[in-house]
């Protein structure tokens, strides 16, 4: 069963970084991407940006361009999203989904990360 | 970037009602448009990939169809756990964007 679990709810300060974490069991890590997808309170899907751990080749949405990295460790099989200069507008539920390399469908998606700032 | 643009916005329907949904791209992308489900307080779930291959799993009230365009998905005889939101995605080409989503509630 392929399961992506995150980690915990982060609070941040303006002008911080958080780092998410999504681990992944039950496929072979290097056969799909990622995608970053990002939810504000009571709004739509915001698709951050891409990464394919099979070559670490990365892809990201203009918005978050040099503000974003994103990374993928083979060895836990596990996905990271970092966000730096933290503004309250990106407070949000972000979810890590496993994206199918060839057709970009995401299944499954991870719980989601609900990053809060504020000061 | 490509634009996707959904219809309605929110809709009001009774258990037993078919429910069409649109979504509607700046550009031609074949078929390379996907549905997500999403209830409250719950990660999306992949319903349809390819505009109309349905996922495994999922019922098959829902249908969706489309190329080009212009894509809909139908949902035949809602069911009480079908309130939720439904969101379009294109995956032709970065950024893969989502429509604004459809919020399906009860009449």
């Known amino acids: 069963q392929v399961q992506l679990v995150q980690s915990g709810a982060e609070v941040k300060k303006p002008g911080a970084s958080v780092k998410v974490s999504c681990k992944t069991s039950?496929?072979?890590?290097?056969?799909?991407?990622f995608s970053w997808v990002r939810q504000a309170p009571g709004q739509g899907l915001e698709w951050m940006g891409w990464?394919?751990?099979?070559?670490?080749?990365?892809n990201y949405a203009q918005k978050f361009q040099g503000r974003v990295i994103m990374t993928a460790d083979t060895s836990t099989g596990t996905a990271f999203l970092d966000l730096r200069s933290l503004t309250s507008d990106d407070t949000a539920v972000y979810y890590c989904?496993?994206?199918?390399?060839?057709?970009?469908?995401?299944?499954?998606w991870g719980q989601g990360t609900l990053v809060t700032v504020s000061s | 970037d490509i634009q996707l643009t959904q219809s309605p916005s929110s809709l009001s329907a009774s258990v037993g009602d078919r429910v069409t949904i649109t979504c509607r791209a700046s550009?031609?992308?074949?078929?390379?448009v996907n549905w997500y489900q999403q209830k409250p307080g719950t990660a999306p779930k992949l319903l349809i990939s390819?505009?109309?291959s349905l996922q495994s799993g999922v019922p098959s009230r829902f249908t969706g169809s489309g190329f080009g365009t212009e894509f809909t998905l139908t949902i035949s005889g809602l069911q009480p756990e079908d309130f939720a939101a439904y969101y379009c995605?294109?995956?032709?080409?970065?950024?893969?964007?989502f429509g604004q989503g459809t919020k399906v509630d009860i009449k």
């Open positions: 989904a496993r994206e199918h390399l060839k057709h970009h469908w995401l299944d499954p």
């Open positions: 039950g496929y072979t890590f290097s056969m799909f991407g």
């Open positions: 990464i394919s751990p099979y070559n670490n080749n990365t």
């Open positions: 550009l031609t992308i074949a078929n390379y």
């Open positions: 390819g505009a109309s």
């Open positions: 995605q294109q995956s032709y080409r970065a950024p893969r964007t």
